[in-house]
């Protein structure tokens, strides 16, 4: 076996094999390896006139193929079977080689994985890849973490795979060490769920409130899309909108099961914002939307609750009402980013990672799922001030919310109006406006708390903890 791969992907399902083919088509010799052989043999079946491939079904050959430091890449199923990966190639490896997860690893286990290899000499990057299947063989979007050593062998190698942005650019960048990849992939997803519960909420307020046709609806989006909103999530959003089942005639939107899916990754960033004491309501609302739409039986056995005496809008009412839907999605997309970097923010903070945000919104412009023009402007905030404490102070996000701020909430009081759902963008707003609160109910919390808990509140006036003594003559004291 010679030993001439500069990279072997383990893994070949349709992400790893898709990546396979895009490291090959870029001139790189991969080595290939499945569990199943006949994965692997499919594979130099079907594409191997692509570029070099060297198949194997050993894992001893596999490694055997690869030249030094060796670059592995594993493209399994998240959770366990990455550790019966890793422990079964860890052996065969030396150090300074490196072992490269693509999967939708949790970043902690990523954490315990890369400490557990640098024991042994071994570099892990659990690195974050958006872009589904198309973007594996296309150009993904790629967020590595591990060491910065790795990086140097393994960067430019990702560079040329990558998608790039509209300024050629490639759209990765060494995230920072450990598990900030998979933590940064992890908030993508995040935000990837928000955006489209916020697009599914302007389509059910459009269509509910607005009484446009799903056809009607995806020309609204194809407008969209030439704006501040052009996305690959807008686009898309109008493509599923025009398509009619072939079966029926009748619109596919309406065909489909209303039950969304779930895989993990927004749900962890919840989980993890939970912890670290972030508040992403709009992406918890997007995780918790999909919940309820899973709930058939209750949803079945509510829908007989009252609801409100709705009026339709006139047609002129409802082009009006259009704009409107655009400003309050645009706004309230702006609070879920603005929650998604403050998350990251917190996570870089508490595992001493030190991401840089612009990078990040720069290699989320182009070919990962949340893909859009907006990054450019997220990136062009940071780079005019690394140290923003939010997106809401930038001063151009700040104005285009205040310009947007009367037609959001027009929306919503058109949506509790009809009763129709739109907990996104009520969340979104509730976040706004408790951010320029200038008082909270807080110090109500405080004081209820202080009375059955004693557990003391502070000052507006005073440094110090207080206590009120409740049950006596409630004079306060010095806690
Ligand atoms: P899957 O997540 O469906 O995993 C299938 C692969 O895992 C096959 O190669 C299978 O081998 C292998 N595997 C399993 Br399952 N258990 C194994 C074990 N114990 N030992 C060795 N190999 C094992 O594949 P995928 O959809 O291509 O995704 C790969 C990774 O990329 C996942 O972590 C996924 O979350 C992530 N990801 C997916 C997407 C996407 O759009 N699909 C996007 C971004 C990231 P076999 O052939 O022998 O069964």
Redesign the pocket.
Known sequence: MSTTAQIGV????????NLARNFARNGYTVALH???AQ?THDLVEQFGHEGDFVATEKPEDFVAALERPRRLMI????G???D??IE?FAPLLEPGDMIID????HFADTRRRERTLRERGIHFVGTG?????EG?LHGPSIMPGGSAESYTSLGPMLEKISAKAKDGSPCVTHVGPDGAGHFVKMVHNGIEYADMQLIGEAYQLLREVGGCSPAQIAEIFRTWNTGRLDSYLIEITAEVLSHVDAATGRPFVDVVADQAEQ?GTGRWTVQIALDLGVPVSGIAEAVFARSLSGHADLRRASRGLAGPKASALTKSEAAAFADRVEQALYASKIVSYTQGFHEIAVGSAEYGWDIDLGAVSAIWRAGCIIRAAFLDRIRAAYDARPDLPSLLSDDTFAQEIAAAQDDWREVLVAATRQGVPAPGFAAALAYYDALRAERLPAALTQGQRDFFGAHTYRRVDREGSFHTLWGGDRSEVTA
């Open positions: 383990t893994g070949l399902a349709v992400m790893g094999r499945n569990r199943t994965r493209m399994v199923k998240a366990e079977p990455t019966a990966v079964e693509g999967g939708n690893a890849i958006s872009g589904g299947e594996a895989k």
